[in-house]
């Protein structure tokens, strides 16, 4: 069966600090890769989607980065946070059809 | 064009009610429509999805109702039960290609006991 993973859980980085967020995915072979970021009490807003290696295309000009340096890993990354980038971030995986599943997420706090 | 629109944004129902959530969307391209439900902390999980040719899709107490004319489907929920408080967000996508999900803003049910 099919797994996605996500770290870490939750953090907390000061404002200016880097980023780095990581998503693999298990159980499948070339799956779409995406990145989702909920504000809080808020819907999910696609940030970046990836349709194979080193293949990332960007929903919206932001502060963040994506990358694909193998068929089933996705970073997300940042070089200085901002206080707008805090939120719970989520990688989801897709196969052929219009099936999204999600990772766990993970909670990001910039102070 | 690409928006889905999703009402309540909150919801209040007591146990054993039937909850409501209705969607609305523009683009006729949409061929999918997925309803997720998210708990507190936890990624959203894949409920229940339907296609615009079928007017309804029904999953043990979960139904999914299609109107393709009006362009709106709904979910609801019979029997609520304390365990189905969580959000819930409708979607729509056009099959293919990058399968861009479009979410709705979700709404955010409780079931009292």
């Known amino acids: 069966s099919q797994t996605i993973h996500q770290w870490p859980a939750t953090l907390v980085q000061p404002v200016g600090s880097p980023l780095s967020l990581e998503c693999t995915v298990e159980g499948t072979s070339n799956p779409n890769l995406y990145w989702y970021r909920q504000a809080a009490g808020r819907g999910l807003q696609l940030l970046f989607y990836s349709v194979g290696i080193g293949q990332i295309s960007s929903e919206v000009p932001q502060n963040l980065s994506a990358s694909r340096p193998q068929d089933r890993q996705f970073i997300l990354s940042s070089k200085k946070l901002l206080l707008s980038d805090s939120g719970f971030y989520l990688c989801?995986?897709?196969?052929?059809?219009?099936?999204?599943?999600f990772g766990p997420g993970t909670r990001l706090t910039v102070l | 064009q690409q928006q889905v629109k999703q009402s309540p944004q909150s919801l209040i129902v007591q146990k054993g009610g039937i909850s409501i959530i209705n969607c609305a969307y523009e683009n006729t391209a949409f061929d999918y429509f997925p309803w997720y439900q998210q708990f507190p902390g936890k990624g959203p999980a894949l409920l229940i999805a339907?296609?615009?040719?079928?007017s309804e899709k029904k999953e043990g107490r979960f139904t999914i109702s299609f109107n393709k004319s009006a362009k709106q489907f709904s979910l609801h929920i019979m029997d609520s039960q304390p365990g189905d408080s969580a959000t819930y967000f409708c979607a729509a996508v056009i099959s293919g290609g990058y399968n861009k999900l479009i979410f709705g803003a979700g709404t955010r049910l409780a079931v009292h006991p």
């Open positions: 989801a995986w897709s196969v052929s059809d219009s099936l999204k599943f």
């Open positions: 339907i296609r615009p040719d079928v």
